[in-house]
């Protein structure tokens, strides 16, 4: 292969890897919501699941989650015999505790007092989380999220040891064959920083300026 067929080679994966790391991210999105609202505002035995759940998943490597439920649940639940579901599933449940730690800091922010509020003028506290505060704290948790957009794509390459056709997989048959260790690496590398920089420097600076907008900030 001509250097050039050799990075249409490796953009042939990065769908794949996108495909992957976006159904993560939704995942973990509605995890760490659920988590974070459980653990302000929930009961005792839901503030108690919800830290547990984000201490144990921000500690244990996503690497160990996805291996364990390939190979350990997968023969007994064939659902986990998928790679791609199984990398999906890792991903966001890894990324729901960091998301959960997002959230709870940007509802944290916003504070408790315009919760008090919206009761005070007649919302039930679901609709006041619904309409009040979830709104505001999307805004205020849009840097965060860029950096854990940029997290699980380059974590997405972990899909590669159970099977799944990603671009670190595409880059390995291309070491393979080209028998080189340069190029391949050197431009998956490449390939790594252009998904990732551009996104979470973008929503950083957007998040910053709505902010400021809003006067959240």
Known sequence: MTPLEQIIFLLKAVPVTLAISFLSFLLGLGLGVSLAFMRIYGVAPLRYFSDSYEK???SVPVLAVMLLLYFGIGPLAP???DPFFTSVISLGMVSGANQSQIFRSAIGSVGR???LAAI???LTQLKAMRYVILPQALFLAVPGLGSEIALLIKDSAYSF????IELMKHTDILRASQRSLILPYISSAIIYVVMTFP???YLDKWGTRK???LGLS
């Open 56 to 58: 144990f998943f921000r």
């Open 79 to 81: 659902i986990f015999k």
């Open 113 to 115: 007092t315009q919760m």
């Open 120 to 122: 005070s003028i007649g």
């Open 161 to 164: 040891i159970i099977g799944v």
């Open 199 to 201: 996104v979470a420097t």
């Open 211 to 213: 902010k400021k907008i």
